[in-house]
């Protein structure tokens, strides 16, 4: 049973367009949101992460949104590049006092150019 | 800088051969895992080493043993290969425990596919 649910399980924009990709948390606990990126034949990587202090966090085109009371958190992908497209994970830990990662299922991204 | 190396890259078994996966780190981390990849499925942990000489079971553990065999090294055994072991494997490391704190360097993985 997944603790974090991920959606899309795969989109398609367009170059420049916004890829927005949703993720929802059951343990209300939670203190740490990270993206994952993955490219085909790689391992993820670490692309950004937030606390449930704050609302937002932004790294140049890369955002995350984060909805406490809904227990929600996206990623936004502002002005999309085909060097975007790969897969992306949610995660969080698996309980609050575990420090282990729940991965979501992973949202594969195409840009098309 | 190599960072997580995994090898082998690939791997084909036939059901019931054992086999072990190797794993090292070059960060001088404390902490130190193994997830395996399956399309709709995300990563899944298998184990984990939070420190040198400890390991502990993650969430599907069955059909698989690791050691730590030093704090670089952390190796994934297989003793008894079935198909439904078919998969990416990943080892990844962590500079402490608390994964708040510690992001996951990731290795390039090793697809294993068992007949």
């Known amino acids: 049973q997944q603790q974090v649910k991920q959606s899309p399980q795969s989109l398609i924009v367009q170059k420049g367009g916004i890829s927005i990709i949703n993720c929802a948390y059951e343990?209300?606990?939670?203190?740490?949101f990270p993206w994952y990126q993955q490219f085909p034949g790689k391992g993820p990587a670490l692309l950004i992460a937030?606390?449930?202090?704050?609302s937002e966090k932004k790294e140049g085109r890369f955002t995350i949104s984060f909805n406490k009371s809904a227990k929600q958190f996206s990623l936004h992908i502002m002005d999309s590049q085909p060097g975007d497209s790969a897969t992306y994970f949610c995660?969080?830990?698996?309980?609050?006092?575990?420090?282990?990662?729940?991965f979501g299922a992973g949202t594969t991204v195409t840009v098309r150019a | 800088n190599a960072g997580v190396t995994q090898t082998p890259k690939f791997q084909v078994l036939k059901t019931g051969q054992s086999m072990t996966l190797q794993c090292a780190q070059d960060?001088?981390?404390?902490?130190m895992y193994w997830y395996r990849q399956d399309p709709g499925m995300g990563l899944r942990l298998i184990y984990y080493?939070?420190?040198?000489?400890?390991?502990d079971k993650g969430e599907v553990p069955n059909g698989y043993n690791v050691s730590r065999l030093n704090k670089r090294e952390f190796s994934l055994r297989l003793e008894s290969a079935a198909p439904s072991q078919t998969s990416v494997y990943f080892c990844?490391?962590?500079?402490?425990?608390?994964?708040?704190?510690?992001?996951?360097?990731f290795g390039n993985g090793t697809r294993l596919t068992v007949t």
């Open positions: 937030i606390r449930p202090d704050v």
């Open positions: 960060m001088n981390h404390n902490s």
């Open positions: 343990n209300t606990a939670f203190d740490y």
């Open positions: 080493s939070a420190s040198e000489g400890t390991t």
């Open positions: 995660a969080a830990p698996k309980r609050s006092n575990d420090y282990k990662l729940s």
């Open positions: 990844a490391s962590s500079e402490g425990y608390r994964a708040s704190y510690s992001p996951l360097h």
